[in-house]
């Protein structure tokens, strides 16, 4: 969905508006309750690995999962990934289609048994943490690190999908990001799970030489994580003269764009967005904008890897 998160989701402590919408947050969180119990328990023979999240949107999942497939195949094990189809995010579905085999269904269960009869061997599902008719073998819990869980309150008082003690459920969690508070973060989880484990995830851009570090940027996009994408950019010197943030899977006009190249024709910037946006624009003036490549680097691949074979 085109989605822009309100923001007193990511304010430091619950607003009025918050409290007044958390009957709403319990009934939710009942109701995914009872579904939790009636959860079907499958018999795959594929591995099943789930990537997924608690606070909504921008997590880091499709970069995670296109890095847990580099790492499979290079070990000769058949990968492909797996996708509930939702038409307003055919731009990751692209991603991922570049990086290996996708099968998108509307059910999760029906895409895996597919890629099941088609004898690969692990299946990498990007999101699809609370969904209970899969039982997954293996299942990484994403944050960002600069937005972390918000005010901490679950859907629609707060952005999580999920209560954050519920994190005492699960084995592996992934902290992606510039690097930002991952102490703070850290002491936070393991006040609530001291058993878990904790990957961390740092993106790094790959194409950094085509942009000139003298030159100013007009930076837009419409990501989760925004303000990552951003301050990624600042850490690798680029000159960022203004940034607009749009909701994420935007579906952008030819209007949009115009207006953006018209403000950066008025700041005398270049243009330069994300992969994911540049995949969803599609008008003549596009040749204006420029996008930055970028990968999630695994700090500890190593004892990731040993989790993974």
């Not at 837009?220 to 994580?225: E, K, P």
């Not at 270049?270 to 904008?289: A, G, M, S, V």
């Amino acid at each position: 969905m085109n989605l822009k998160k309100p923001k007193f989701w990511d304010y430091k402590k619950p607003n009025l508006l918050a409290y007044l919408l958390l009957p709403i947050s319990y009934l939710i969180r009942i109701f995914n309750y009872f579904n939790s119990k009636i959860a079907k328990k499958n018999n795959l023979k594929i591995k099943t690995v789930c990537v997924g999240n608690f606070y909504l949107g921008g997590t880091g999942k499709t970069s995670l999962s296109i890095k847990i497939n580099k790492i499979l195949k290079q070990r000769q094990i058949r990968t492909c990934f797996i996708k509930k189809k939702y038409k307003d995010q055919i731009d990751e579905q692209k991603i991922l289609k570049n990086e290996g085999k996708l099968y998108v269904n509307k059910m999760r269960i029906n895409a895996i048994s597919q890629a099941e009869k088609e004898n690969f061997e692990v299946a990498i599902c990007d999101d699809g943490l609370q969904d209970k008719s899969v039982d997954y073998d293996l299942k990484f819990v994403c944050f960002n690190t600069i937005n972390w869980v918000g005010n901490g309150l679950t859907l629609p008082a707060g952005p999580l999908r999920e209560r954050l003690n519920n994190l005492n459920k699960y084995e592996h969690v992934f902290l992606n990001g510039n690097l930002e508070n991952i102490e703070k973060i850290s002491y936070e989880i393991n006040k609530i799970n001291p058993n878990i484990n904790i990957h961390l995830g740092k993106y790094e851009p790959t194409n950094l030489n085509e942009f000139k570090s003298d030159d100013k940027y007009l930076i837009f996009s419409g990501i989760g994580n925004h303000k990552t994408f951003v301050e990624m950019l600042k850490n690798y010197g680029l000159n960022i003269k203004t940034d607009i943030e749009f909701p994420d899977h935007y579906k952008y006009s030819e209007k949009d764009i115009s207006k953006i190249i018209d403000k950066a024709n008025e700041l005398n910037c270049e243009i330069l967005t994300t992969e994911k946006d540049f995949i969803r624009i599609d008008y003549p003036n596009k040749n204006k904008l420029k996008f930055l490549k970028s990968e999630l680097k695994i700090i500890d691949e190593e004892k990731l890897i040993k989790y993974l074979i």
